[in-house]
T-cell receptor, first 113, second 114 residues
Framework: LAKTTQPISMDSYEGQEVNITCSHNNIATNDYITWYQQFPSQGPRFIIQGYKTKVTNEVASLFIPADRKSSTLSLPRVSLSDTAVYYCLVGDPMDTGRRALTFGSGTRLQVQP | EPEVTQTPSHQVTQMGQEVILRCVPISNHLYFYWYRQILGQKVEFLVSFYNNEISEKSEIFDDQFSVERPDGSNFTLKIRSTKLEDSAMYFC????????????FGPGTRLLVL
């Protein structure tokens, strides 16, 4: 079973770079690693996805080492509106040969002015 | 922009009753999912569905749960004989493919079992 670990919470100030790491042992070998953002009482919202190395889009970067046992979401210059919970989502190989999907425990990011 | 919709937004039921949560996935998506989030906890995978059958399910998704795509647009989660611990937010999601492609989540249904 894949086990994911994320810091419970992080604090930052506006304009700073924030890096959130998710550790995920034994994930499905062919799956992407995906990060989601969730605001209270809303569904998770896609941020970024990668398979290995580095991926960058207009809102974030994602760093994945070669062993794929972790991934780091980087938010370049956070604003107050980035206050949310951030989850990694990975494929969890099952004994059946298929795989389930496992969200990390989530990191609550609080951005201060 | 197309989006996943869910109804109802809130549902209150008595313990032991059956509930059906409804979802309309994005129209050209092929894979559909249900997740659960108990208040204050992380999002938990329940089941994925493709080509009119379950493709994967978690340990949570026992015989109490079932899913169905009754027509070309709706995707439903049925919970039989609800228990107090079934109280949670239930999210539907859909994606174009299944190799970890981006999933689009609905706004959720908040279920309260009394």
């Amino acid at each position: 079973l894949a086990k994911t670990t994320q810091p419970i919470s992080m604090d930052s100030y506006e304009g700073q770079e924030v890096n959130i790491t998710c550790s995920h042992n034994n994930i499905a070998t062919n799956d992407y690693i995906t990060w989601y953002q969730q605001f209270p009482s809303q569904g998770p919202r896609f941020i970024i996805q990668g398979y290995k190395t580095k991926v960058t889009n207009e809102v974030a970067s994602l760093f994945i080492p070669a062993d794929r046992k972790s991934s780091t979401l980087s938010l370049p210059r956070v604003s107050l509106s980035d206050t949310a919970v951030y989850y990694c989502l990975v494929g969890d190989p099952m004994d059946t040969g298929r795989r389930a999907l496992t969200f990390g425990s989530g990191t609550r990011l609080q951005v201060q002015p | 922009e197309p989006e996943v919709t869910q109804t109802p937004s809130h549902q209150v039921t008595q313990m032991g009753q059956e509930v059906i949560l409804r979802c309309v996935p994005i129209s050209n998506h092929l894979y559909f999912y249900w997740y659960r989030q108990i208040l204050g906890q992380k999002v938990e995978f329940l089941v994925s569905f493709y080509n009119n059958e379950i493709s994967e399910k978690s340990e949570i998704f026992d015989d109490q749960f079932s899913v169905e795509r009754p027509d070309g647009s709706n995707f439903t989660l049925k919970i039989r004989s609800t228990k107090l611990e079934d109280s949670a937010m239930y999210f539907c999601a859909s994606s174009p493919g299944d190799d970890g492609e981006t999933q689009y989540f609905g706004p959720g249904t908040r279920l309260l079992v009394l």
